[in-house]
Each structure stands twice: as structure tokens, then as C-alpha cells.
């Protein structure tokens, strides 16, 4: 190859050195053309059915992830604020909720304090009558057996003196025996 | 697994190469060479080769961007992974703002490239084709094969980077203005005043030339860069394959198709690399503490 090579270059000594290398290495404008052609149907093929419709695709697909970014940030943002409204309002329903049992305890306090009171009154009044029956029991029980002592008193004495008492007789010998018991 | 997968590949394909070169092949040319012509436009075998690998890049384009879909699998998930990865490696040398209008010139170049010489080195390239005889022959280089590899052709690497020249002028004028593309050549750089200013100016007036004969030989740099990176590998693999004789040929090149396989990629990025400075050089605002002002 070398020997080609170096035969060819005494035979194109006339056409100088540019000469002898578009010999050697048969550059020729027909060629040359061709292949520039060549080249350019090839990069302009290239630039419309892979270029072109790749780095459509690859931007599309980096507008689609920056869209789906976006969106979502944009759903992180709503669940932070919804969960914010959310923790808001349980916050508020506690609250609610609180004074509803606070209300409700008090409510609940006073009623069975004002029922106790009812029955604290309610059973007074009940000790109140049965005491006041219990008296008139007693007074009466107590005048009954009066009555009846001084008739056995009276019995007992009209017996052992023999005479018939009088009425002040009774009533006097009655009096005397009922404060002597009583006294 | 893999490894043994990929491993076997490239074996199976240096045996089948060796194979099919053993018996006709006599050397490699450094030209590509004429297969078809019709009328006065000539078809070589290295434009065949981009022909097949432009309408194998196409149809896998077609096929993976059919039926997109947002969440993507299979050939779309590949191709998006190649598309988006190199977009991303050329908007950290270029900017957010100039890979937006250039990305389609380096990602082509990336991809024509690396298939392109990966193409290059599948068993049958250089190995298929047909003797010539008669007179005017010439006696070293009898054989014609169909396909070449389509960077070991200066025209087609010239082209790539020439068309490349073009559009770096017409995107530097655009992104500096045309006063701001001279001043970003000649003018000097940094304040100056007093007799150090008219120094200065005279100094980079004279860097301004050098970067002008440097820019005005960036694509011929190029070109050459990338054929004789490719046409060594392919006379690499072809003298290895001529050397293991008619039943041994195709163990020696097999070491070197892994090397091919990495010398195919790392020159497509050295290509889109060096191109992507060249222009991220020209329009290069010294803006970058201001960004990065901005982005802390």
C-alpha cells in the first residue's frame, strides 16, 4: 500500500501539492458534492424524522413532569391548608364539645342540687307532720289516760271511802293524781 | 454473557471477513473507487456504503419515532437515550442557547460517523466486489470490491468538514454579528491603555492571522484526521487478514476489530468534539461568570 502510495506522488509532480493529494486520493468536485449532498440529506432526514420529533417528545415530557410537579405542589399546598381547616375545625368542635359537657355538668350539678334541696324540704315537711301527728297522738293518748286514771282514781277511792263523789270531789282528787304521776 | 456475546460477534465476524477476502483480494486502495457510473455522475463504493448507512439511520429513525409514545420502550427508549444523552454532552460544551440551533449538524455528524465505521468493518465491506482485467489495469489493483468503509474516502470525511467550515462562519456571523466576528479574531482581549494599548492591538492583529490560517486549515485538519484513522484501521485489518494465509487468515485481525470497534467511536467524537469547540470558540461571549452568577 505504502509503495501505491509513494509511486503515485512522482507522476502528479506538475500539479503541486494540493494536486497530488486530490490525485492521490482521487478528490474530485463531482465526489466531493456527491457526498456533501449526501451528508446533508442525511442530517436534513435526521433533523426531521429523529430530532425533531425526539426533542418534541422530551419536551413535551419535561413540561408534563413539570405540570405534574406543579400540580402536585399545588396539592401538597390544598392538603396542608384543608388539613389545617380540618384540624381547625376539631379544634373548634373540642371546644364545643368541652363547654357542652362543662354546660352539661353544671346543668346537671344544679339539678341534683335543687332535687336534694326538694327532698331536704320534701322530708322535712314529712318529719314536720309526723311529728305534729306523733303530738296529737301523744296529747291524745296522754288526755285518754288522764281521763282514765282519774276514773280509776275516783273508782278506786269512791271504793275504798264508801261515799259518792262529787264532781269537784273527782275533778280535785283527778287533779292531785295527775301531778303527783306528772310531778 | 454479554461479553461472550459480543465477544463471539466479532470473531464470527473476522472469520467470515477473512473468508470472503482470502482468495481475491489484493490490497487497499486510498481512494474509493468507481462502481457505477451514470452518464457523467460516478457512483464509488465508499458513497454506496453511506448510502446503505444513511438509509439504515433513517429507516431506525422511522421505526423508533412512528408511533411515540411518553412513556417510551424499546427502539424509542434507545434512540431517545442516544438522542438525549448527546444533546445533553453538547449543551455542557456549547450552551443551552447555541445546541438549541446546532444540535442537528453534531448529531448527525456523531451518528453518521460511528455507524459508518462501524458499518465499515461488518464482514464483506472491502472483500466483496469483482477482478478487473484487461488493459489498463492497473496490476496492484485488480480487485473492485462493492463497498468501502465511507470515512477511507477524503471526499466524503472533506465533506463533512467543509460543510462544517460553512456553517461555522454563517453561525458565528450570526451569533457575533459580522464586526463582532472580526473583533473576535483580531481584537485583543483585556483593557489596555496608553502605548500598551497600540501594542496590544498589534499583537493580536498578528494572533488574529494565525487564527485565520488556523481556521482556514481546521477542515482540512479534520478531514484528514478522520480518513486516516479509518483507512490505517481498514489496512490494519486487511494486511493482518493477508497475513494468517488462505485457512489461518482470519485469526490475526481479530484483536484489531475490537480496536476498530473503539477507534470507530472515539474518532466520531473526537469529530462532533473538535467541531463543537471550533464553533463554541467563535461564539464564545466570556459570559460564563455571569451564568454561573446566575445559576448560584
Redo the contacts between chains.
Keep these: 500500500?505504502m509503495f501505491?502510495?509513494l509511486a503515485?506522488v512522482p507522476a502528479a509532480e506538475s500539479e503541486g501539492v494540493v494536486g497530488e493529494i486530490m490525485k492521490?486520493?482521487?478528490?474530485?468536485w463531482?465526489?466531493?458534492?456527491?457526498?456533501?449532498v449526501?451528508?446533508?440529506?442525511?442530517?436534513?432526514?435526521?433533523?426531521k424524522?429523529?430530532?425533531g420529533?425526539?426533542?418534541a417528545?422530551?419536551e413535551?415530557?419535561r413540561s408534563?413532569i413539570a405540570a405534574g410537579e406543579e400540580k402536585l405542589k399545588r396539592i401538597e399546598q390544598q392538603l396542608a391548608e384543608s388539613e389545617a381547616t380540618t384540624a381547625a375545625a376539631i379544634a373548634k368542635a373540642n371546644d364545643e364539645a368541652v363547654r357542652l359537657i362543662n354546660e352539661a355538668k353544671q346543668g346537671a350539678a344544679l339539678f341534683t342540687e335543687q332535687k336534694a334541696q326538694e327532698a331536704i324540704a320534701s322530708a322535712q315537711q314529712i318529719l314536720v307532720k309526723a311529728e305534729a301527728a306523733a303530738k296529737a297522738d301523744r296529747d291524745r293518748l296522754s288526755s285518754e289516760l288522764k281521763r282514765e286514771f282519774g276514773r280509776l282514781v275516783a273508782a278506786t277511792t269512791s271504793q275504798v271511802t264508801g261515799k259518792v263523789l262529787t264532781a269537784d270531789d273527782q275533778k280535785r282528787i283527778n287533779e292531785d293524781a295527775l301531778a303527783t304521776v306528772e310531778g | 454473557m454479554r461479553f461472550f456475546l459480543s465477544t463471539s460477534i466479532v470473531w464470527l465476524f473476522g472469520l467470515i471477513s477473512a473468508f470472503a477476502g482470502s482468495e481475491t483480494h489484493d490490497?487497499?486502495?486510498?481512494?474509493?473507487e468507481e462502481i457505477l457510473r451514470l452518464g457523467?455522475?460516478?457512483v464509488?463504493n465508499s458513497?454506496l456504503m453511506?448510502?446503505i448507512v444513511?438509509a439504515f439511520?433513517?429507516i431506525v429513525?422511522?421505526l423508533?419515532?412512528r408511533k411515540?409514545t411518553?412513556v417510551?420502550s424499546g427502539l424509542q427508549n434507545f434512540?431517545?437515550w442516544m438522542?438525549?444523552s448527546l444533546?445533553n454532552f453538547l449543551e455542557g460544551i456549547l450552551g443551552k442557547q447555541l445546541v438549541k440551533r446546532t444540535?442537528?449538524?453534531f448529531?448527525?455528524i456523531f451518528?453518521?460517523i460511528l455507524f459508518t465505521n462501524w458499518f465499515g468493518l461488518i464482514p464483506g465491506v472491502g472483500t466483496f466486489g469483482w477482478q478487473l482485467s484487461g488493459p489498463g489495469v492497473d496490476p496492484?489493483?485488480t480487485f473492485r470490491p462493492f463497498l468501502r468503509g465511507g470515512n477511507a474516502?477524503?471526499?466524503?470525511t472533506?465533506?463533512?468538514a467543509?460543510?462544517f467550515a460553512l456553517l461555522w462562519f454563517y453561525w458565528a456571523v450570526t451569533e457575533n454579528g459580522l464586526k463582532g466576528f472580526f473583533a473576535h479574531i483580531f481584537a485583543p482581549k483585556g483593557k489596555f491603555s496608553g502605548i500598551m494599548s497600540l501594542m496590544m492591538l498589534v499583537v493580536f492583529g498578528f494572533v488574529g492571522v494565525l487564527e485565520v490560517i488556523s481556521i482556514l486549515f481546521r477542515p482540512v485538519a479534520l478531514s484528514f484526521r478522520l480518513?486516516g484513522n479509518i483507512f490505517a484501521g481498514e489496512?490494519i485489518l486487511e494486511?493482518m487478514m493477508l497475513m494468517g494465509g488462505k485457512y489461518l487468515a482470519w485469526l490475526p485481525p481479530l484483536p484489531f476489530y475490537f480496536l476498530e470497534l473503539l477507534v470507530g467511536l472515539i474518532q466520531a467524537l473526537v469529530f462532533m468534539l473538535l467541531t463543537a469547540v471550533f464553533l463554541k470558540l467563535i461564539c464564545d461571549h466570556g459570559d460564563h461568570d455571569e451564568e454561573s452568577e446566575h445559576s448560584h
Design positions: 500500500m501505491d502510495l503515485a492521490t486520493f482521487n478528490v474530485t463531482s465526489l466531493f458534492i456527491s457526498q456533501c449526501s451528508f446533508l440529506i442525511v442530517a436534513l432526514l435526521l433533523k424524522f429523529a430530532f420529533p425526539i426533542q417528545m422530551l413535551e415530557r408534563k | 490490497h487497499l486502495p486510498a481512494n474509493a457523467s455522475f460516478v464509488t458513497m453511506v448510502w444513511a439511520i433513517i429513525a422511522q423508533a419515532t411515540m411518553t417510551p434512540v431517545e438522542v438525549e444533546y444540535f442537528w449538524f448529531g448527525t451518528i453518521l496492484h489493483d474516502d477524503l471526499n466524503m472533506a465533506a463533512m467543509f460543510t480518513y489496512n494486511n
